[in-house]
């Protein structure tokens, strides 16, 4: 029997889906799931796209940047989401019949040790400014109009869960599986769902007094 493939690469859960089956994965599932649990989701989800973002170049968040130089203006803003520039090649000429060159990057250091700043010509070194407000400086001076190209990675986008369970960003595809196993989500889901969680009864009892009420609540919201 031949095996039938569907052809199709369209799985992309959204945050709120992944966030849902990681609190099925610690028994968490319906009527159980807790608005504070998804505020923790969310914010948990957002600090772990940060620390993937500290760790180095994501490849889906990976991409090109162009603007064309003025003459005698040596700085350039950056879009402030950019947190690396990989690459920098400078064009002259109409894309994509231009002539690139590689320029070569250099450090805070060497750019403050050039006796001439002002100095103008066809750049061949640039210095990224790590700023709230990034920026490129190009030295020597452009002399003329050339196109700017740099690679760059950027940050990630926020996770957000809407309407409390869906999101409409989709997450790459190789995302999925660590995103759905946090350990820091999961450790706070399951302290939150046990300290929320009423009191298993083997008989009939009465319910806990309202101050203990109050303090699995609170808990559950720290």
């Known amino acids: 029997m031949s095996l039938t ?16 089956n990681s609190l099925s994965r610690i028994g968490i599932r319906g ?10 989701a969310s914010q948990e989800a957002n600090l772990m796209q940060v620390e993937w973002s500290n760790r180095g170049p994501n490849l889906w ?3 090109e940047q162009t603007t064309q130089t003025i003459p005698g203006y040596a700085t350039y803003a950056v879009d402030p989401s950019t947190i690396a520039v990989l690459e920098v090649t400078l064009g002259q000429g109409n894309p ?32 990224y400014d790590i700023l ?41 595809g190789s ?18 769902w046990r300290t929320s969680a009423p009191p298993r009864r083997s008989g009939p009892t009465a319910s806990p007094p309202a101050a203990t009420r109050r303090t699995r609540r609170s808990t559950c919201r720290q």
């Open 5 to 20: 493939l569907t052809d199709t690469f369209d799985f992309a859960p959204s945050v709120g889906e992944v966030v849902l």
């Open 31 to 40: 009527p159980m799931v807790q608005t504070a649990m998804l505020q923790m």
């Open 61 to 63: 968040t990976v991409d």
């Open 96 to 127: 994509p019949d231009e002539t690139e060159i590689l320029l070569t990057s250099i450090s805070r250091t060497e750019y403050m040790a050039y006796p001439n700043k002002r100095s103008q010509g066809r750049p061949t070194v640039y210095w």
């Open 132 to 172: 709230i407000a990034p920026t490129i400086t190009l030295w020597p001076v452009p002399d003329q109009v050339y196109n700017l190209h740099f690679t760059r990675y950027r940050q990630q986008m926020d996770a957000t869960l809407r309407n409390a369970a869906i999101s409409k960003r989709p997450i790459a």
């Open 175 to 192: 995302t999925p599986p660590a995103l759905a196993w946090p350990p820091a989500l999961l450790s706070t889901m399951r302290r939150c």
